[in-house]
């Protein structure tokens, strides 16, 4: 949804309320767990952590706190969400005189360990029908036991669906690459925050 105004907060809980019955607007659900389709753009993102399993714990954290979201560049709305199977968000951008209001549903949550020994924790969010793209992005933070290590992994399938984002599809892919790489920046200084606490 694009808007030449700041959505209010009645707005936003109207709009996201509007969605609940919304399906995906893409077919190929879940498809972030296997088989990425063809005709997507695949962007893919990772960011060291720290060591061992107090690192772990705080990414988890800042994950289902929702941290990833970069401030002020995207505005989650809202941050208090649960992380769960069918909560709906919105990623609120703002470009010039455009506000840009982008509905997700989440799909499913992660939590496992591989048989290589990676313990996972995350979820995948799909796009609703007001997104101006369509596709999906998983959101992971993984302890691998072998050297202890903490990652942060972002992963995403996409391709414009609003004729405003194709038209602006170079900067649109700008836009993109910067969220992963302020994303990354954010877990990072959200771990090495919760660190600087402790001490």
């Not at 695949?42 to 705080?58: C, N, Q, Y």
């Not at 996972?120 to 050297?147: K, N, Y």
């Amino acid at each position: 949804m694009f808007l030449l105004h700041r959505p209010s907060e009645a707005e936003i809980i109207q709009h996201l309320l509007d969605q609940r019955d919304t399906p995906f607007s893409y077919l190929d659900v879940g498809a972030s767990n296997r088989e990425l389709p063809a005709g997507f753009n695949v962007d893919h993102h990772r960011a060291r952590l720290g060591v061992g399993e107090s690192a772990f714990e705080r990414a988890r954290i800042a994950l289902t706190q929702w941290k990833m979201y970069p401030s002020p560049f995207v505005e989650l709305c809202f941050n208090d969400r649960p992380v769960m199977p069918g909560t709906i968000i919105a990623a609120m951008i703002n470009v010039g005189p455009i506000w840009s209001l982008n509905p997700c549903r989440i799909i499913h949550t992660i939590d496992d360990e591989t048989p290589a020994g990676v313990r996972r924790i995350g979820f995948v969010l799909g796009t609703l029908a007001d997104h101006a793209e369509c596709g999906e992005e998983r959101f992971l933070v993984e302890w691998h036991r072998a050297d202890d290590s903490v990652w942060y992994d972002i992963m995403a399938f996409s391709r414009p669906r609003h004729i405003l984002a194709r038209c602006l599809y170079p900067y649109v892919r700008w836009l993109q690459r910067r969220f992963r790489l302020l994303s990354a920046d954010s877990m990072q200084a959200a771990c090495a925050d919760d660190q600087q606490t402790e001490r």
